[in-house]
């Protein structure tokens, strides 16, 4: 919109004179209107060619900075709350996982408390909106630079693929996926999607149901817990094969314990390193005689989670030489060579 300055130079004992005689508006507000009063006095003809040429100008502008608009949409859920967010930030991927590794490693008495915290020029909007705004990221149309559902309740978060569609993922993999995307000090931008997307579509979860939850008749006691095997670190996860030395039925509802079926379980409980706790799932598999296989998990209580802490670390000490302490040190201490382009 082209636009043409006036000056005027008035004596400011002029300007003190005029500015009292007028009521309830400055001497330039006055000006103004005059010029617009000048301009209705204009040939209709003229008056409408000239504002409709302001309308179409003022509509293109409008239209060109909403098409240059670059932003995400988030739906978070966290501690029971659910929000859906518009931040106006161009968060693709790489700088959301980022962003979450930030979060989610911050030590818990600092601020900010919830993840949509981190977010920058936010509003929120409705469920109808951000599916809306899903399809449009969906036919790429460049404003809409991600789409995301992050479940920090249950650990998990989607992202909008404009290939795949909607891909889910474990947070803690995402995290580990941008740590080491940005490890490397001297890597060029490409590089770093390269490593990231590569570790990422590794750990990527099918989008099949979740595994059925096991619940017997009783809860696991000390006497039950005891492991074997090595134990086996996978990225921030401290692997503990269990041995099932103990009634399995009756804690997980299974059918195993018969001489009618050749089936057996693999029990598996994580640390981890991150956190500084045991995991709150112990991951069960149900091998079948035939062959098959069934994957299933059993939610530990906390009394349960503090009795396999202290067998963890024995088990720890005698195989590693260290207590889980030790091992949280030295993971932490390796994760904290990170540059400092990841603090965010």
């Not at 040429?53 to 098409?67: C, D, F, G, K, P």
């Not at 962003?99 to 989610?104: H, K, N, Q, T």
């Not at 990221?137 to 909607?166: F, P």
Request: net charge negative.
């Amino acid at each position: 919109m082209r636009g043409r300055e006036i000056t005027l130079w008035l004596d400011e004992r002029w300007y003190d004179a005029l500015s009292k005689q007028l009521k309830g508006e400055t001497l330039e507000e006055h000006l103004e209107n005059i010029l617009d009063e000048m301009c209705n006095q204009l040939p209709q003809r003229e008056y409408e060619r000239i504002s409709h040429e302001l309308w179409a100008e003022q509509q293109a502008e409008e239209e060109a900075r909403e098409a240059a608009r670059r932003f995400a949409v988030f739906h978070v859920t966290e501690n029971g709350s659910s929000d859906y967010i518009l931040a106006e930030e161009k968060l693709e991927l790489l700088s959301t996982a980022r962003r979450l590794r930030s979060y989610i490693r911050k030590p818990p008495d600092e601020a900010p408390h919830r993840f949509v915290e981190t977010l920058l020029h936010t509003q929120r909007i409705s469920q109808e909106e951000f599916n809306s705004y899903v399809s449009e990221r969906l036919d790429n149309t460049g404003r809409v630079v991600g789409a995301y559902d992050i479940d920090l309740d249950s650990g998990d978060m989607e992202a909008v693929s404009i290939m795949d569609g909607w891909k889910r993922f474990r947070i803690r993999d995402v995290s580990t996926a941008a740590y080491f995307a940005m490890k490397k000090g001297n890597a060029s931008s490409d590089e770093r999607w390269r490593i990231f997307l590569d570790r990422l579509e590794e750990r990527a979860l099918n989008q099949e149901p979740e595994p059925e939850y096991l619940t017997g008749s009783r809860r696991l006691c000390a006497e039950d817990i005891s492991f074997a095997e090595d134990i086996i670190q996978n990225d921030n996860l401290l692997e503990f094969y269990m041995e099932v030395s103990f009634n399995a039925d009756q804690v997980f509802g299974t059918d195993v314990c018969t001489s009618e079926n050749d089936d057996w379980l693999n029990i598996y409980a994580n640390y981890d390193l991150d956190a500084r706790r045991v995991c709150d799932t112990l991951e069960v598999y149900l091998q079948r005689g035939n062959g098959d296989e069934e994957a299933f998990k059993y939610r530990l209580s906390p009394e349960e989670q503090a009795l396999l802490l202290p067998k963890m670390n024995t088990y720890c000490q005698e195989h590693w030489g260290q207590s889980l302490e030790e091992c949280c040190a030295d993971y932490l201490a390796e994760q904290s060579k990170e540059l400092p382009e990841m603090q965010m």
